[in-house]
């Protein structure tokens, strides 16, 4: 017999010990059960469908039929046959209340079935069946294997010296003492595997829930660089439009068709930001950024290497990371040049974006943050130097690599 529905713990960390994770007759450690009833059931299609023993339950209660066989044997007195039948019930409810109850007491299902073997032993020798059924589940309702071994240490004992004051013999104290023990002790192994296996899942669901954070963050990092940058350029090309309708009505013509022509692009970049494909390719990303700096009207000098063959990946990130550093530019940097160079050193390919604005020491905001753990997960660096205006630096390994999944070092 091997029960033990599984713990589904509030929390997996580092400082869980599997010996000491309880099992059957625990779950009220589960997360909101701290405050469960005592008598309250669990549904009989959960106890069924439980990962762990599943219908086992259903199975092992056939043993009981061990009970009876001396009974049907001896065509034993209508009292006794009472008796036994009073003995069985009472057995099935404790049995079945490790199972369906929300927080079974280990003392009172264990101990109340060895007393039921106390009691039945005396005048009917399938009375052992009860010391056998509380040496199986011992493991499985105590929270450490010391425990377990202790209790399955006093279930033998009490069934010994019982045996031994009423004189049984050999085989019928082996059934009654020994057995019991190697049953037990069996499932300590088995319970031992329970714990395991409700730790993965567990973990599995904690890894799951990191990931979808993950994914959300993500999500946000690219919105905000896809629609920060758009939107700047929107918002300058707007002002300038401005500045130009009456002095120059063709050209504030051109730049508000033009701000049509980027907001429809945003809407287009934000779709390929929820489905991952964000970029058109680092090239065609620098001549974009080359633009919009040249219409914010700074210098602008881009020598990119575009010969250069780049992952998806990488060429993604970069990408990206081109659009947030020049957004930052034209908002915040009051530059007059900016610099803009790809080449590639020693199997991985380098970015510097440089202008000669009113450099700042301030901490990180989200662009640069997001552009930061982008990087860092593709094994790459990011170095952000203020002197002399702003300096960005990336760089990132050329080999295709495996990102690091976000979310998990946290």
């Known amino acids: 017999m091997r029960p033990g529905p599984c713990l589904e713990l509030a929390g997996i960390d580092g400082k869980v010990d599997n010996i000491k994770m309880p099992y059957l007759g625990s779950r009220?450690?589960?997360?909101?059960?701290?405050?469960a009833s005592a008598f309250k059931l669990r549904p009989l299609r959960s106890v069924l469908k439980d990962k762990d023993h599943g219908w086992g339950p259903l199975l092992w209660v056939l043993y009981l039929g061990f009970f009876f066989v001396q009974p049907v044997v001896e065509h034993v007195s209508s009292?006794?046959?009472?008796?036994?039948?009073?003995?069985?019930?009472?057995?099935?409810?404790?049995?079945?209340?490790m199972f369906i109850l929300e927080r079974p007491r280990a003392l009172v299902h264990i101990g109340g079935i060895v007393l039921l073997g106390v009691l039945f032993l005396p005048f009917n020798a399938g009375g052992c069946t009860f010391f056998i059924f509380a040496a199986a589940m011992v493991p499985f309702m105590v929270d450490t294997q010391a425990r377990a071994i202790v209790g399955l240490g006093a279930i033998s004992a009490v069934a010994a010296i019982e045996g031994l004051l009423l004189h049984l013999n050999v085989w019928e104290l082996f059934w009654a003492a020994l057995f019991p023990v190697f049953i037990g002790a069996g499932n300590v192994f088995f319970a031992e595997r329970n714990r395991m296996n409700c730790q993965l899942r567990k973990a599995n669901q904690e890894i799951e829930n990191l990931a979808k954070v993950a994914e959300r963050e993500r999500i946000a990092r690219d919105l905000h660089d896809v629609l920060g940058?758009?939107?700047?350029?929107i918002t300058l090309k707007s002002e300038l439009a401005g500045k130009m309708v009456d002095r120059d009505p063709q050209r504030a013509a051109?730049?508000?068709r033009?701000?049509?022509?980027?907001?429809?692009?945003?809407?287009?970049?934000?779709?390929?930001?929820?489905?991952g494909y964000r970029s058109q390719g680092l090239v065609a990303?620098?001549?974009?950024?080359?633009?919009?700096l040249e219409t914010a009207g700074l210098s602008v000098q881009c020598d990119a290497a575009t010969t250069m063959k780049l992952p998806a990946v990488q060429e993604s990130v970069l990408s990206l990371a081109v659009r947030e550093a020049v957004t930052n530019v034209v908002r915040h940097a009051q530059a007059r040049t900016c610099r803009m160079r790809l080449e590639q050193q020693n199997g991985s390919c380098r970015l510097e974006i440089h202008d000669d604005g009113c450099g700042t020491s301030n901490g990180e905001g989200n662009g640069?943050?997001?552009?930061?753990?982008?990087?860092?997960?593709?094994?790459?660096?990011?170095?952000?130097?203020?002197?002399?205006?702003t300096t960005l630096t990336i760089t990132l390994p050329l080999k295709e690599v495996m990102p690091k999944r976000e979310g998990l070092h946290s």
């Open 254 to 256: 051109k730049e508000i």
């Open 229 to 233: 940058h758009t939107l700047s350029v």
């Open 285 to 292: 990303e620098l001549a974009q950024a080359k633009t919009t």
């Open 28 to 35: 009220q450690l589960d997360e909101g059960s701290q405050t």
């Open 258 to 275: 033009e701000v049509e022509q980027i907001s429809r692009q945003a809407l287009s970049d934000v779709r390929d930001a929820i489905r």
């Open 79 to 97: 009292k006794q046959w009472f008796f036994d039948g009073l003995g069985a019930a009472i057995f099935l409810v404790l049995y079945w209340g």
């Open 368 to 389: 640069l943050r997001g552009m930061r753990e982008r990087v860092e997960m593709l094994g790459g660096t990011l170095n952000r130097s203020t002197e002399a205006g």
